[in-house]
């Protein structure tokens, strides 16, 4: 039997929510995930982050009610509610889960390489949990948002190497 190490921290990438605040599907599924993940890792604690999208509400607010709905306990909970990206999400990443503890990213799979990558640039041991996709959603958003992902992987990953070379990549926006 192998020996799993314990991890520490589960980080949950946010998406935009609905108007009402009410979290999208695709939200939704990264929650669902999120909550299999802190059942499966009792003692980590949860970072959601994600501010608010087009000046509406905050991701990060909804992924937290969301959890606290499902179950999990709210003082697990840290939320990030001034990421505007997965750099800032990963850069509040590293400014609150001490170097080299072990982080499970949570998102959607299309996103999740991006995400584990950041967080290992960071400086952080992490590994991925990827959100399903659902079969209703529309052709444009299914085609999207992984055609999307090479160019947004190779921007973030330039940008997060350059932060890390110059020791700034815990620098900047702070987690209210």
């Known amino acids: 039997m192998r020996v799993l190490r314990e991890v520490a921290w589960i980080v949950v990438f946010g998406f935009p929510v609905q108007p009402d605040g009410q979290p999208t599907p695709t939200l939704a599924r990264r929650i669902a995930a999120a909550v299999v993940a802190a059942r499966r890792h009792p003692a980590a604690r949860l970072l959601v982050s994600g501010g608010p999208s087009g000046g509406g509400p905050v ?16 003082e697990r909970i840290v939320v990030d509610a001034a990421a505007r990206d997965t750099l800032d999400t990963a850069r ?20 999740l390489p991006r995400c584990v990558v950041l967080l290992r640039l960071a400086g952080l041991r992490a590994r991925g949990l990827g959100a399903t996709t659902s079969r209703r959603e529309t052709l444009a958003g299914r085609l ?17 190497t350059w932060l890390r070379l110059t020791k700034r990549f815990g620098e900047g926006r702070l987690v209210p």
């Open 59 to 74: 991701e990060a607010e909804a992924m937290r009610a969301a959890l606290l709905r499902r179950g999990v306990a709210a």
């Open 144 to 160: 999207y948002w992984p055609l999307r992902e090479p160019a947004a992987f190779a921007w973030d990953a330039a940008i997060a």
């Open 92 to 111: 509040a990443a590293v400014r609150l889960i001490p170097r080299g503890a072990l982080v499970l990213a949570v998102s959607s799979r299309y996103h």
